[in-house]
């Protein structure tokens, strides 16, 4: 049966989160990763399952799985 809640189909609309590619710096004991991002800023995602110096995927804050390190080119336009 589809939703007749106003707000949910509100909220249905709107894009996800974007992910970003980074590279574990360090893991905590508490079950989160450091991430160096290609912006040279630095945040902390949950997730420690990827080694230390491998590249990443992280989406809503979260490490959701290692990615080849490829190379980046950033262009204007």
């Not at 893991?27 to 110096?53: E, N, Q, W």
């Not at 992280?58 to 336009?77: I, M």
């Amino acid at each position: 049966m589809a939703s007749t809640s106003i707000w949910k189909r509100f909220t249905g609309l709107l894009a996800s989160p974007a992910g970003v590619v980074g590279t574990i710096v360090e893991h905590h004991s508490d079950g989160t990763s450091v991430v160096l991002l290609r912006t040279s800023s630095i945040i902390r995602a949950k997730g420690g399952s990827v080694g230390i110096g491998k590249k990443v995927f992280v989406e809503a804050g979260e490490v959701k799985r290692e990615v080849p390190d490829l190379p980046f080119y950033d262009l204007e336009v």
